[in-house]
């Protein structure tokens, strides 16, 4: 995979991850303070206020709360993941290794929470066990990858993108039988997209140590994968093995 698509893959699967500030509970936005759905204050940016001008707005509350528990107005604005990419850039040889180290531990991570929210919060058993098996084998595979990064020099951020936490937020209050499907369909996009991914990784990086963890982790992703869409059937839900782009499932 080229660099610049490694770059936006990497990108999109980070999202400023570890940049944010949360908020707590006293302290939530309002209306106004999202300018272009981007999550920034547009007066700290010197830009108009949308609030009054049928701009983009941050929903006060879903039945009565914040969904998100995101503070958009403390958001800080640096961002070490795109610090990291824009360093590693000056060497292209070895920019394909850590973005893609960068990107699998941005994975696990989102992997791990979402399942503990699954297993907390849903209402079908199998799923739950489902969830269970997603955060043991990904809180598994994190271990392994963390040295390997930091040899690399790649700091994998501690915590979810704002984007991404205000998904688990709000995913968090929907009811049990809700909730479990739309596990199982972010669960299916996302295995699909790491099969490929990770099998083709598996084949490309250089460096010995990351090409084994992708070889090591491929037949889990694909165990997964198999799993989540048996369980998407069960519940009557597209079991597709395909990208809209053609790209399919290795198995």
Sequence with gaps: MKFNTLTAVAAAACMTLGSAVFADPNNLPTKGNDVNGTGVNGAAHGQPNTSDQGGAMVPDNVNGANPTGVNLRRMEMGD?????????????????????????GC??????????IEQDKG???QVKQLASQIERD?????QKLEPIASKLGVKIPERLSP??????????????DQLDKVYLSEMKADHLKDVNVYADHAKTIQDPDLRQYAQDTLPKLREHTAMILKQNETKGMPAETTFNNNMSMNQ
């Design 80 to 104: 070490p993941v795109s610090s990291q990419i824009n360093m590693w850039a000056k060497d292209p040889n070895t920019a394909g290794d850590r973005l893609f180290a960068l990107e699998a």
């Design 107 to 116: 994975g696990n991570m989102w992997e791990v929470q979402f399942a503990k």
């Design 123 to 125: 209402s079908d058993p």
């Design 138 to 142: 990904h809180a598994a595979a994190q």
């Design 163 to 176: 984007e991404k936490q205000a998904k688990l937020n709000l995913y968090s209050q929907l009811p049990g």
